[in-house]
């Protein structure tokens, strides 16, 4: 099991900035992929960007790309979502979250260690 905690979550106008963070710890990372979700408020969870550790490969929702931005320090087990350009739309709690293996699934039930969520709002 991996433990998460994230941070960086805020209130911010339409068109600008946040990065998140999540800081991992309890396990090396080997072949691990670390996803972003996001929940707005009566909706279902939904993917937003995922990396696949060891390779940095990475992926997007379609609703993100081009806006968003998700990278990894290995150094400090920590990984960023840089958002820009947010809409209000991108209103929700936002959550860290891993699982073993080289796949970058979308589906949040794949994943099986979560941080405690940090709440974003946007403003129009």
């Known amino acids: 099991q991996v433990q998460l905690v994230e941070s960086g979550g805020g209130f911010v106008q339409a068109g600008g900035s946040l990065r998140l963070s999540c800081a991992a710890s309890g396990r090396t990372f080997g072949d691990y992929c670390m996803g972003w979700f996001r929940q707005p408020p009566g909706k279902e969870r939904e993917f937003v960007a995922g990396?696949?550790?060891?390779?940095?490969?990475?992926s997007y929702s379609d609703s993100v790309k081009g806006r968003f931005t998700i990278s990894r320090d290995n150094g400090e087990s920590t990984v960023y979502l840089q958002m820009n350009n947010l809409k209000p739309e991108d209103t929700a709690v936002y959550y860290c979250?891993?699982?073993?293996?080289?796949?970058?699934?979308?589906?949040?039930?794949?994943?099986?260690?979560w941080g405690q969520g940090t709440q974003v709002t946007v403003s129009s």
């Open positions: 979250a891993a699982r073993g293996g080289a796949i970058i699934y979308r589906d949040y039930r794949r994943f099986d260690s």
């Open positions: 990396i696949r550790w060891s390779a940095g490969v990475t």
